[in-house]
Protein backbone atom coordinates (compact mmCIF):
# COMPACT_ATOMS: atom_id res chain seq x y z
CA UNK A 1 0.00 0.00 0.00
CA UNK A 2 1.07 3.22 -0.65
CA UNK A 3 1.33 6.12 2.10
CA UNK A 4 0.10 9.13 0.57
CA UNK A 5 1.65 11.27 3.45
CA UNK A 6 4.85 10.87 1.61
CA UNK A 7 3.30 11.34 -1.54
CA UNK A 8 3.71 15.29 -1.86
CA UNK A 9 1.17 16.74 -4.28
CA UNK A 10 2.87 19.97 -5.13
CA UNK A 11 2.59 19.89 -8.92
CA UNK A 12 -1.44 19.72 -7.98
CA UNK A 13 -0.74 22.79 -6.78
CA UNK A 14 -1.82 25.69 -8.73
CA UNK A 15 0.61 28.29 -9.64
CA UNK A 16 -1.53 31.20 -8.08
CA UNK A 17 -1.96 28.72 -4.83
CA UNK A 18 1.77 28.70 -4.67
CA UNK A 19 1.74 32.29 -4.51
CA UNK A 20 -0.92 32.95 -2.22
CA UNK A 21 0.68 31.02 0.03
CA UNK A 22 4.20 32.60 -0.28
CA UNK A 23 2.25 36.19 -0.05
CA UNK A 24 0.68 35.03 3.39
CA UNK A 25 3.77 33.62 4.68
CA UNK A 26 5.13 36.89 4.07
CA UNK A 27 3.04 39.32 5.20
CA UNK A 28 2.97 37.03 8.57
CA UNK A 29 6.44 36.92 8.97
CA UNK A 30 6.58 40.61 8.62
CA UNK A 31 4.65 40.35 12.10
CA UNK A 32 6.01 41.55 15.51
CA UNK A 33 6.92 38.00 17.15
CA UNK A 34 6.56 35.88 14.07
CA UNK A 35 9.76 37.07 11.73
CA UNK A 36 11.95 34.38 10.38
CA UNK A 37 10.49 31.49 12.87
CA UNK A 38 7.44 31.33 10.36
CA UNK A 39 7.62 28.09 7.64
CA UNK A 40 5.21 27.76 4.71
CA UNK A 41 4.25 24.44 6.27
CA UNK A 42 2.93 26.59 9.31
CA UNK A 43 0.71 28.86 7.58
CA UNK A 44 -0.78 25.44 5.29
CA UNK A 45 -1.23 23.99 8.59
CA UNK A 46 -3.02 26.77 10.20
CA UNK A 47 -5.18 27.01 6.66
CA UNK A 48 -6.07 23.37 6.82
CA UNK A 49 -7.02 23.58 10.89
CA UNK A 50 -9.32 26.07 10.18
CA UNK A 51 -10.89 24.49 6.80
CA UNK A 52 -11.31 21.46 9.98
CA UNK A 53 -12.92 23.39 12.28
CA UNK A 54 -15.35 24.91 9.10
CA UNK A 55 -16.46 21.46 8.28
CA UNK A 56 -16.58 20.20 12.29
CA UNK A 57 -19.53 22.84 12.34
CA UNK A 58 -23.46 21.73 12.19
CA UNK A 59 -24.27 23.76 9.17
CA UNK A 60 -20.75 23.57 7.05
CA UNK A 61 -22.53 23.97 3.88
CA UNK A 62 -20.89 27.72 3.24
CA UNK A 63 -17.68 25.95 3.08
CA UNK A 64 -19.11 22.95 1.33
CA UNK A 65 -20.14 25.40 -1.16
CA UNK A 66 -16.98 27.06 -1.56
CA UNK A 67 -15.02 23.81 -2.33
CA UNK A 68 -17.68 23.22 -4.90
CA UNK A 69 -16.91 26.53 -6.65
CA UNK A 70 -13.17 25.70 -6.31
CA UNK A 71 -13.45 22.56 -8.01
CA UNK A 72 -15.29 24.08 -11.13
CA UNK A 73 -12.71 27.12 -11.01
CA UNK A 74 -15.51 29.39 -9.90
Request: charged share 30%; proline share 3%.
Amino acid sequence: TRDWSSDVCSSDLWPEDVELLHDLWLKLSETEGIGSKLHHRDVVGVALRQLQRQLDQPDHTGIVDTVRREMRGD
